[in-house]
Every structure is written in C-alpha cells, then in structure tokens.
C-alpha cells in the first residue's frame, strides 16, 4: 500500500480518472437538474443531493462486483448477427429511457406551459405533478446507466481498485459542489434547460449507438454542448446589457 503511495504512476491515474469521472458525470448532472426541477424549490437541493450520493454508492458497488462487471461484457444473445451482451443491453434500454424522457420533457416544456402558462397554472388545471418518490426512482434508473458505463471505463483504464474508488468519491464530491450552481442557471433560463434536454437527446442515441458496438466519442457530444451554452450565454449576457441601456 505504501509503495503505491510513493508511485507517481498512481496518482497519475488517480488525477486522470478523476478528471475522466467528472467528465462521465456532467450528463447524470443534467439529468438529475431537470428531473429535481419538477420538484417544489424547497425539495429540489435535497433530491440533487441524494441522487448524486445514489450515483456514488452504485459506482462503489459496481467496482467491488468487478468479477460480474466482466461478465456482463461477454455476448448473451445475438440478433441480426450482432452480438448483444448484458452491458450492451442496458445500454440500449437507457438511451432508449433517456430519449423517452428527454422528448416528454420538450413536449412539456413547450406544448404544456403554452396551454397552462406557468407551473401554479398546472396546480389550478389539476395536471398531475410528479413526486419527490418518483423523481428519486428515476434518478437511480439512470445512475445506474451512467455508473456501468463509467465504471466499466475506469476497469480498462487502471488496475487499483483503491485508485478507482477513490476517483470516483472524488467527482462525486466536486459534483455535489457544482450540482446546485449548474441546476440554477437551467431552470433560470428556458432556452438553457431546452439546451440541457437537447443534450440528453444526444446522449441517450449515444448509449444505443455504444449497445450496438457503433462507437460515438463523447468528445464531440460535450463539445457540442459546450460550444452551444457558449453560444446562450452570451445571448443572455446581451440580452441582459440590453434591459439595461433601456
């Protein structure tokens, strides 16, 4: 243990899979901001808080079952000639829930706030509202989407299992410092939030792309969003120079 302490190798991996971690983590950060934000603003922090601490205990749980993270890289079925192996499966299911959700969401967003103007209107028209319950379920569902994906990149990039699991409370806690900031300024802006989904959109077809061995560098996803929230917050930051000089 005390050479591995001494090892630059290994706190090389850990600042790298660190990094790699909390990269893999901003979609389950955009997921959990939408999802909390159908909440009432007094529950929303906690159900951010407790969907993260959801994503590290799955992710701890996954490296300690290595032996049957291995497994479920092996083919179970095939279809069309493809092979389809358990984490190709759940792959699939979660982009398939992801797009699901993602396209309710837009649907919401912009056919139900034009018939019901605002969320108390929706209160007063007696349109169900989803329940902190409810919102936590789904969080998990997906945190264990996120998790195998990034655990199975953390297997194939670094042995030590103390080097994984010490990566991985670390971007948890960096998220849980960046969650409530992030969170904020979706639901502040309409156009932001219809960026986040837009977003969850292209990570879900990125999942069922991965489950059908079709190979889509996240890189050009996050930059993709990346380049677009540049894009918005400018737009906001003009937008607010504007009211101003009025």
Known sequence: ??????????????????????????????????????????????????????????????????????KLTKPWFTILNQEISGRDLVLILGGLFLLYKSTMEIHEKVVGEAEHGSAESMVKTGKKKIGFGGVIVQIMFLDIIFSLDSVITAVGMVDNLYVMMTAVVIAVLIMLVAVNPISDLVNRYPTVKMLALSFLLLVGMALIGEGFEMHIPKGYIYFA?????????????ASKGKKRAH
């Open 1 to 70: 243990m005390m050479h591995a302490l001494t090892d630059p190798q290994t706190w090389i991996s850990l600042v790298t899979l660190t990094l790699l971690e909390i990269v893999l983590g901003i979609d389950n950060i955009v997921f959990i901001t939408i999802l909390s934000g159908k909440l009432p603003a007094a529950q929303q922090p906690k159900a951010r808080q407790m969907g993260l601490a959801a994503a590290l205990i799955t992710r701890l749980m996954l490296l300690a079952s290595l032996s049957w993270i291995v």
């Open 225 to 237: 969003m990346f380049f677009s929230m540049t894009v918005e917050i400018l737009n906001i930051r």
